[in-house]
């Protein structure tokens, strides 16, 4: 086994903490992984990692020696496509993490334009909407909406998601239909419990330049965006949602906004990456990609 390759399977067991998730993700097996440390710690003369039954972690001469092989991993890939005529050349496997209902109806429908541009690239795609690892899970990039946790990763804004208040015809119906936030007091929500944190926020709006908000009542709580939308088309109460989130339902008549003038703050939608001094080429020309595709569908 070359350097490089016991460059990249170190690395990777690092940003994993594991051996058997660091070989899941390169398509080794545990024993190969293992192995290709311990060459490279023979080759260096020193113990880079620390292993223990249940985690593995850096010495502190690892975690120098990881910075030098991230860099040197990445400039020898940005090295072996410098000649490249069109960047079609471009391989390997991207893992991908991006909220579910932004995967089903944005990017899975739109990869085909991108595998066809870069036949060699293959997409690893994760979906969901709770928190995940990046490093732990060996995820080259991950898509997040709302506010970010300072987290040590790589921030790339991409815009602000706007939030509308929905309801069904038959709820306002039987309810009435809210004007204005003194309108509230009598109406009912769909509860919309974080999956990470379980919290159920108030709902919110931006009045005179102000956010306010207030507990609302409610019957249901669900932790997850396909369940919500299905509540509030059932005639459970309203609901705060991005408006692409339920443009399709707007459309044929089946949500009706409410309070247009009484808008919660915009989400802000972000691309992290772990931190790593170089993005590989297949990551960055994915991150365009990817940003033009949320702008074009999502902000415009």
């Not at 290709?36 to 010495?59: D, N, Y």
């Not at 496997?93 to 690239?121: K, S, T, Y």
Request: include cysteine.
């Amino acid at each position: 086994m070359d350097r490089i390759d016991l460059f990249r399977i170190f690395a990777r067991v690092v940003e994993c903490s594991s051996f058997t998730r660091a070989g899941d993700t390169l398509g080794l097996p545990r024993s190969s992984v293992s192995a290709a440390v311990q060459e490279l710690e023979s080759r260096v003369g020193a113990r880079l990692l620390h292993r223990t039954t249940r985690k593995v972690a850096p010495t502190q001469d690892g975690a120098a020696f990881y910075e030098r092989c991230v860099r040197l991993v990445d400039d020898v890939e940005e090295t072996e496509s410098l000649f490249r005529r069109t960047e079609a050349r471009l391989s390997g496997i991207l893992r991908v993490d991006v909220p579910g209902r932004i995967g089903r109806l944005i990017l899975a429908p739109a990869l085909p334009d991108f595998l066809e541009r870069f036949p060699q690239i293959n997409i690893d795609l994760g979906v969901t909407d709770r928190a995940v690892n990046l490093i732990e899970g060996g995820i080259d990039c991950v898509l997040r909406v709302g506010p970010l946790i300072d987290s040590g990763l790589i921030a790339r804004p991409i815009g602000e998601l706007a939030l509308i208040n929905v309801a069904s015809p038959a709820y306002l119906e039987r309810n009435g239909i809210p004007e204005t936030p003194a309108d509230l007091s009598t109406h009912w929500v769909v509860n919309y419990a974080s999956p990470s944190s379980g919290r159920v926020e108030d709902l919110e709006w931006v009045e005179n330049g102000t956010l306010r908000g207030m507990p609302m009542r409610g019957r249901v709580s669900v932790n997850g965006a396909e369940a919500y939308i299905a509540c509030c088309l059932a005639g459970l109460g309203l609901i705060q949602i991005p408006a692409y989130d339920v443009q399709h339902h707007l459309d044929a008549g089946e949500l009706v906004e409410v309070m247009p003038d009484y808008r919660a703050v915009p989400m802000p939608m972000t691309l992290l990456y772990p931190h790593r001094q170089h993005l590989s080429r297949r990551l960055q020309v994915f991150a365009d990609w990817l940003e033009a595709l949320l702008k074009r569908k999502l902000l415009a």
